[in-house]
């Protein structure tokens, strides 16, 4: 155990790392449908490389049934009142890569999608809260902290708080993570005191209610311990009103509690130099890779087969987080007086798709628009491109920088939440720095910032020193997990 661990708990007076629940909506690679999940199952691994046993609790999705019931052993079950409801939870669990995973099992609820989207998703989340909570005691295992995540959890610590007297689950201790504020858990009074039974006393603007209306991510954000998000600076920029969605005061009030820590990315899947997803491998020292990889990039998407033309991507959902509104403003500018290529892997708005076709069409051999999802795909853009675009409007955290810089695609991001913590930007008097940023919501500005990457780009030796800066940086989850592990111990 490091040393630093060992001080800290003496100073506790114990000797034993605390037992950690993990709860959260998805886990990879069980159910996924974003970053979230890759948290869930990432986090518990690196962790026990710590001495912490952290297991993770989960619904037990139709997905997961699908690939895992031949795995899964089934621990008990009982029943929970949800509404005027009786419902069942079987309690199953699964052990996988060392990580003990239990999975509450109910067919109506997870027998569909991971979200239902309205209603039934804020009743599908109180179900599995309750059924967390009143699963909690039987377990074959005592957590000292939950660590809730997002808003679909987020209802567990007040509930322990208020319904449980005297049980265990009252002197539990909570974290709750913010993978994304923009998502809250709004419902009406109504809706939220039949499916929870929450004594009226708590709808006021004090505890639940924010604007009016019960909202989960605002009960959890007061009556957890701890509260973080997934970067230093998303958690400074959601304490301001253009960040916050409404929430800024409530964060403000919690601010001496709320903390940021960069999530990682798992090093093994992305990992250049024994990547089975690429037509050659490459790694910092040994490049020759990499350019096969932009070859076969180009010829595969139609792009001009030119070694020497700097070729720019996006790996992305294309909303107007991700900034696609400036992409749209500056890139007609961009490919009619530059020399570059451009390559686009995402789908989302149909209306950023649409404009994206359209340039594609008007800038043939040297603009491609791959409109849909792979993750195949996804590799080989990384390693293949030489510069990864990322203006995000707003990003608590984002993975995608970070694996562009381990395959040597050096980033062009704005100076926001994740990508402000992750990228340092190239300093042309010291040489330092891994990428390029700009810090406004402007088109102008990542015009320029596009325009002094292109300028580097000619530079061989100034490219050479940033693409080795890029792949140098560690993202692994082991430095999250020690983060994790010190915010965990100051909560005992
Ligand atoms: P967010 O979670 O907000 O979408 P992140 O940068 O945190 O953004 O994570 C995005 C992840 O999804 C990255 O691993 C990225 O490679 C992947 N991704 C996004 N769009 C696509 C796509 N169209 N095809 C393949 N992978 C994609």
């Known amino acids: 155990m490091k040393k630093e661990f060992k001080e800290t708990l003496k100073s506790k007076g114990r000797t034993e790392m605390p037992a950690v629940l993990l709860a959260a909506a998805e886990c990879a690679p069980l159910s996924k449908t974003g970053g979230l999940a890759d948290v869930a199952g990432a986090l518990p691994k690196a962790l026990a490389a710590l001495g912490i046993d952290a297991r993770v609790i989960t619904p037990y999705h139709r997905v997961v049934k699908e690939k895992y019931a ?11 009142q949800i509404g005027w409801r009786r419902e069942y939870v079987g309690i199953e669990k699964l052990v996988l890569d060392g990580v003990t995973i239990y999975l509450v099992d109910n067919e109506h609820y997870f027998g569909d999608k991971i979200y239902l989207g309205g209603e039934a998703e804020g009743e599908q989340y109180c179900f599995f809260t309750r059924a967390v909570l009143d699963a909690i005691p039987n377990l074959d295992f005592s957590p000292e902290i939950v660590h809730c995540n997002d808003w679909h959890t987020a209802m567990i610590p ?20 913010i993978h994304n504020i923009a998502f809250q858990g709004i419902y009406s009074y109504g809706f939220v005191k039949d499916r929870l039974g929450i004594d009226d006393k708590y709808f006021t603007y004090e505890y639940l209610n924010l604007n009016d ?8 954000i007061i009556f957890s311990d701890k509260v973080n998000t997934v970067s230093p600076s998303y958690a400074w920029e959601i304490m301001t009103p253009d960040y916050s969605e409404g929430l800024e005061e409530v964060l403000a009030y919690r601010a001496e509690d709320l903390s940021g820590i960069i999530n990682g990315i798992d090093k093994q899947v992305f990992n250049p130099a024994a990547d089975p997803l ?21 010829e595969r998407m139609g792009l001009e087969q030119r070694p020497d033309v700097p070729l720019f991507a996006m790996v992305t959902r294309m909303t107007g987080q991700k900034g696609f509104d ?43 628009a791959y409109i849909g999802y792979s993750e195949e795909l996804s590799h080989l853009v990384y390693a293949g491109s030489d510069f990864f675009l990322m203006p995000s409007r707003f990003e608590p955290c984002g993975l995608s920088q970070m694996i562009a810089m381990r395959y040597g695609s050096v980033p062009i991001v704005r100076e926001t939440g994740g990508l402000k913590d992750t990228v340092a930007p190239y300093n042309q008097y010291t040489g ?33 020193g940033l693409i080795s800066h890029a792949m140098q940086k560690d993202f692994g989850f082991e430095l999250s997990a020690q983060e994790y592990a010190r915010l965990y111990l100051c909560m005992l």
């Open 70 to 80: 031949g795995q899964v052993e089934h621990m008990f079950y009982f029943y929970v």
């Open 158 to 177: 007040m509930l322990a708080r208020t319904q449980y007297p005297g049980g265990m689950q009252e002197q539990l201790k909570f974290l709750l993570t």
């Open 213 to 220: 209306n019960p909202n989960f991510l605002k009960a959890g």
């Open 278 to 298: 690429l037509p050659a491998t490459f790694s910092r020292g040994r490049l020759k890779g990499k350019a096969v990889c932009k070859a076969a990039l180009q």
């Open 326 to 368: 400036l992409v749209a403003a500056v890139l007609d500018s961009l490919m009619s007086n530059e020399d570059m290529q451009f390559m686009l892997l995402g789908t989302g708005d149909p209306r950023f798709e649409n404009f994206m076709r359209a340039a594609e069409y008007r800038y043939k051999g040297r603009l491609c």
């Open 432 to 464: 330092e720095g891994d990428g390029f940023s700009f810090a406004n919501y402007d088109a102008w500005e990542l015009r320029d910032a596009v325009r002094k990457a292109l300028d580097c780009y000619g530079q061989k030796e100034v490219m050479a």
